[in-house]
């Protein structure tokens, strides 16, 4: 397997698809309508190449996705990796405390 297609998560819009590209605008014009304030500088557009997610990444690795039409912040939780908007985490006392944390900054 060649490292082109060993990578999991890319910036180049050459492997998008075309649903992966109007994802992507869809991205970029939420953006652009209501920038968040949770996303900084090193802004890139993301594909996993495994889920087929899109979405907006910093250098801090703050990640953004649109949640229906509303572009969000997804989360990870930092102790046992879950991941989702932060009205999915709450499957466990670790994400509900991470969620509670993130919501009161």
């Known amino acids: 397997m060649s490292a082109y297609n060993s990578d999991i998560v890319t910036s180049d819009l050459s492997r998008f698809g075309y649903r992966e590209l109007k994802m992507a ?3 970029l014009a939420a953006y652009c309508d209501n ?3 949770f996303l900084s500088d ?3 557009v993301m594909l996993n190449m495994h889920s087929g997610y899109v979405f907006l990444s910093d250098e801090d690795f703050n990640v953004g996705m ?3 039409k509303t572009l969000e912040q997804y989360h990870s939780c930092p102790e046992c990796g879950s991941e989702g908007f932060a ?3 709450n499957e466990s006392d670790c994400c ?3 969620i509670a ?3 009161k900054d």
Do not use: K, S, V
């Open 35 to 37: 920038p968040p304030n």
């Open 42 to 44: 090193g802004l890139t």
């Open 101 to 103: 944390d993130f919501l």
């Open 96 to 98: 509900r405390a991470y």
């Open 25 to 27: 605008a869809e991205l």
């Open 87 to 89: 009205e999915e985490l």
């Open 66 to 68: 649109m949640n229906g």
